[in-house]
């Protein structure tokens, strides 16, 4: 599909997708804290005050990858963002009823018109992609980058040049978001419907009550 | 040597008027060391030990002071006194590293099925 297959000893680049790294979770409610002999647990909080370094345990799992930084970065900077690769259904919720070809291709295609959080990657068993798998732009992993040249035969593949500068731009746009309430410019029928929707939002003051108007003769 | 930067210098004993053509006077630094050489090298050292001795007094709340000084007690007490928290056996704390990890999946799961009811529904609901 869209995968090249590098030489085993080629310099890591973007869009170069490993296999079994380690995705470290933190809990700042529970940190688990090892001291000489003696384990203890306790919050963040209550430990952050210290300024000394801590010896935490820290639970791992491995996870497929994609390198994320810039092929400059990804040749000389000291460590490496990856950003983790899941199952389709688990990044895309709306893939979970999706059966004909028809609305798989309506979301894939979804790229184009919409800022979503995932890049999608086509199944291909060359690569171990047994079903339709995603890069899940919000959870990044950091990994040394001299380490993980060390480890270049998890390295599985690449994308392809279209689909290498199609991940280069959803990166960046997925970045630069620009956040806003959705719901600033909607009038007050349109309010109304997306309020029945989001009961929990604060409306603007030009959409309050009598200061709605249709802006005829403003 | 270039000619532009051969410039003769004449020691001034008063500061001269200033002018209006902008010219470059590069009198001023020698000036300087005019002045400066009047005042006792003793008062000046005495001056500026006086200047950095009351300066926190007069100064505003110095944050970066104060991070300096909690951190500086935290040290003199040992991590192990500093760390409150529950004892925990090996096979607890295993436990606890697993839930960790299973609560994130989960909500990371959960968070991603928010966003599938509030996106774009593409079968038009009319």
Same mark, same amino acid.
């Given at each position: 599909m869209i995968y090249d297959f590098p030489e085993r000893d080629a310099p890591i680049r973007q869009g170069d997708i490993f296999v079994s790294l380690p995705r470290a979770e933190i809990s700042l409610k529970e940190v688990l804290i090892f001291k000489e002999t003696e384990l203890r647990v306790c919050s963040w909080l209550e430990i952050v005050a210290s300024s000394e370094p801590l010896q935490l345990i820290v639970p791992v799992r491995p996870v497929a990858a994609i390198v994320a930084s810039q092929d400059c970065d990804a040749i000389r900077s000291r460590d490496i963002t990856l950003c983790e690769i899941r199952r389709f259904v688990d990044v895309e919720?709306? *893939?979970?009823?999706t059966k004909s070809a028809k609305s798989w291709k309506n979301l894939i295609t979804q790229h184009a018109r919409i800022n979503q959080k995932w890049f999608y990657l086509p199944p291909d068993k060359r690569i171990g992609f047994d079903e339709k798998m995603a890069v899940d732009l919000m959870v990044t992993l950091r990994v040394p980058r001299a380490d993980l040249e060390e480890c270049? *035969?998890?390295?599985k593949g690449r994308l392809n040049s279209v689909a290498d500068e199609h991940f280069r731009e959803r990166i960046s746009e997925f970045f630069r978001r620009y956040p806003y309430d959705?719901?600033?410019?909607?009038?007050g029928e349109e309010l109304k419907a997306y309020i029945s929707e989001y009961p929990d939002i604060t409306v603007y003051p030009w959409q309050k009550q009598g200061s709605m108007d249709d802006g005829i003769g403003q | 040597m270039n000619r532009v930067y051969d410039s003769s210098y004449t020691p001034l004993t008063s500061i001269p008027e200033g002018n209006s053509?902008?010219?470059?006077?590069?009198?001023y630094a020698q000036r300087r060391h005019g002045i400066g050489s009047t005042i006792p090298q003793a008062a000046k050292i005495t001056g500026l030990v006086i200047a950095l001795s009351i300066s926190p007094m007069t100064a505003i709340a110095d944050p970066w002071l104060a991070e300096d000084r909690r951190r500086n007690a935290g040290v003199t007490k040992s991590s192990y006194e500093a760390v409150s928290g529950r004892r925990l056996s090996r096979a607890e704390a295993l436990q606890i590293a697993q839930r960790i990890l299973e609560r994130a999946e989960y909500e990371r799961l959960n968070a991603v099925e928010y966003e599938a009811a509030r996106g774009i529904q593409w079968v038009d609901e009319q």
């Open positions: 919720g709306k *893939s979970k009823d270049r *035969s998890l390295r959705e719901w600033y410019a909607l009038d | 053509s902008a010219r470059l006077d590069n009198g």
